[in-house]
T-cell receptor, first 113, second 114 residues
């Protein structure tokens, strides 16, 4: 199964863009990249996902390299409420025709006032 | 608003005891996931149900863990016998087959085995 690697922690100044990298060098052509975040003591929350094109929604942007071996989650204007652990995940298809999500160990983002 | 509920929120038990964790998925959802989260391992997928049928439980230690969905409104994760290394937060998530990008997570059950 594809694996993801992320830096364990990052700091970002409030109001600045937070750029969270993820390596997924063994990803297969049909495996999606997902990002979730987890705020302390809560369940993970979906942020964004993509296959090979860059994606943007109301929460964040996802930049995927052309070779798909890495991606970057961008929070354009980080706020204190964005302090959380951010998980880069690869969604793989199983032989039974379903999906499973492989979580990495996450990046602990701290937004500083 | 609709949300996944889990009970109990906290459980402290002694090694060797049976532990049962319950999850009520969002009404109408037809996929259920069980995850375990520890500081060392992060989030690990334990089991995956679709329309109440277990499709992938390869992440679950079979000798002591079991997961079931007796009906569409209840998913259970049981550990028997429990061990200190099972101490973790156990999350349940639910979703829809036709919208696989969305998983809605419950608040988790924090299990401590002494």
């Amino acid at each position: 199964d594809a694996k993801t690697t992320q830096p364990p922690s990052m700091d970002c100044a409030e109001g600045r863009a937070a750029n969270l990298p993820c390596n997924h060098s063994t990803i297969s052509g049909n495996e999606y990249v997902y990002w979730y975040r987890q705020i302390h003591s809560q369940g993970p929350q979906y942020i964004i996902h993509g296959l090979k094109n860059n994606e943007t929604n109301e929460m964040a942007s996802l930049i995927i390299t052309e070779d798909r071996k890495s991606s970057t989650l961008i929070l354009p204007h980080a706020t204190l409420r964005d302090t959380a652990v951010y998980y880069c995940i690869v969604r793989v298809s199983t032989t039974s025709g379903t999906y499973k999500y492989i979580f990495g160990t996450g990046t602990r983002l701290k937004v500083l006032a | 608003d609709a949300r996944v509920t889990q009970t109990p929120r906290h459980k402290v038990t002694e090694m060797g005891q049976e532990v049962t964790m319950r999850c009520q998925p969002i009404l109408g959802h037809n996929t259920v996931f069980w995850y375990r989260q520890t500081m060392m391992q992060g989030l690990e997928l334990l089991a995956y149900f679709r329309n109440r049928a277990p499709l992938d439980d390869s992440g679950m230690p079979k000798d002591r863990f079991s997961a079931e969905m007796p009906d569409a409104t209840l998913a259970t994760l049981k550990i028997q016998p429990s061990e200190p290394r099972d101490s973790a937060v156990y999350f349940c998530a639910s979703g829809l087959i036709e919208r696989p990008r969305e998983q809605y997570f419950g608040p988790g059950t924090r299990l401590t085995v002494t």
